[in-house]
């Protein structure tokens, strides 16, 4: 099994910034991709940033110039560097990985845009 913890997310101002985190623990072998998801208010998830084992990344269209997803050294950790937060970018942000054909989810953290 693995575990996903998300953290960093907060309340912040429109034009500010947040940095994302997200630890994986348990049976890891090697993940064939990470990425965060997140759920506005009353909408479905939605895929933000992905990375794959090789390094390709994958951004939504609303956030490409504006978020950056990276990995640690140790590929058990992905970040969302998100920049010049929109209050449209409010939502309960998730990481997810796959490992073997299995998505695992974390239980999200909630980003709020507002002046």
């Known amino acids: 099994q693995v575990q996903l913890v998300e953290s960093g997310g907060g ?3 429109p034009g500010g910034s947040l940095r994302l985190s997200c630890t994986a623990s348990g ?5 064939n991709n990470m990425g965060w998801y997140r759920q506005p208010p009353g909408k479905q998830r939605e895929l933000v940033a992905a990375i794959t084992q090789d390094g390709n990344i994958d951004y939504a269209d609303s956030v ?3 978020f950056t ?3 640690g050294d140790m590929k058990n950790m992905v970040y969302l560097q998100t920049n010049s ?3 449209e970018d409010t939502a309960v ?3 997810s990985a796959n490992q073997f054909g299995v998505d ?4 999200g953290t909630l980003v709020t ?3």
Request: proline share 4%; glycine share 8%; net charge positive.
């Open 104 to 107: 695992y989810w974390g239980k």
């Open 85 to 87: 937060l929109k209050p």
């Open 69 to 71: 997803i990276s990995t």
């Open 93 to 95: 942000y998730y990481c």
């Open 27 to 31: 049976t890891i072998f090697k993940f």
């Open 11 to 13: 309340v912040v101002q």
């Open 64 to 66: 490409k110039g504006r």
């Open 113 to 115: 845009v507002s002046s």
